[in-house]
């Protein structure tokens, strides 16, 4: 961790940080690109920016789902604060990673998923809409349909992905004095 996190911007950049370093480069960029059959390679590299494009994506919205569920359990932090946080880091990560020509695409983006995750409580409707990211994901990268298989590889992963940000939000919530 790096300097006491006081501001909404800290927290956002702390987070922004974690997913440029964590989901976007390296192991993980490739082993999803490998477990999902997608081409990566020294001639494909429109492949491996329409990838990062996605993943970004995906990371903006699941840091969002993750932030409003942490802080739902820290009522002592304010709404505003909170969508603050939200705000920022979403534009940060949009802006590190994607041209600003980018952005209506997330929005549309999230027109499709953002009705997603309302309801983490109840398990069969956290099930319908990991599957819908999951099958809208793998759709927008291969346009091909996705099988049984891919969606229960992904659907792991993504809960996996999700894990992780909420460890590490409720990290940086502990360490944080907003």
């Not at 099958?135 to 229960?152: I, N, R, W």
């Amino acid at each position: 961790m790096g300097p006491k996190i006081t501001t909404a911007q800290d927290f956002a950049d702390e987070l922004k940080d974690y997913v440029s370093m964590n989901a976007l480069q390296g192991k993980e960029f490739k082993s999803l690109a490998k477990s999902i059959g997608y081409p990566l390679g020294l001639f494909k590299f429109h492949n491996r920016v329409m990838l990062t494009n996605e993943l970004v994506f995906l990371n903006a919205f699941l840091g969002t789902v993750t932030l409003r569920l942490c802080f739902s359990e820290h009522p002592e932090v304010k709404q505003d604060v909170v969508d603050e946080i939200v705000d920022i880091f979403t534009k940060q990560l949009l802006s590190q990673w994607l041209p600003d020509s980018m952005f209506p695409d997330y929005k549309q983006r999230l027109g499709t998923w953002g009705n997603l995750f309302k309801e983490f409580e109840d398990g069969d409707q956290y099930q319908k809409d990991m599957s819908q990211l999951v099958t809208t994901f793998y759709q927008c990268l291969t346009e091909s349909p996705c099988d049984e298989m891919k969606e229960a590889m992904l659907t792991l992963r993504f809960n996996g992905y999700m894990k992780l940000f909420i460890g590490n939000i409720n990290v940086i919530i502990q360490e944080c004095s907003l």
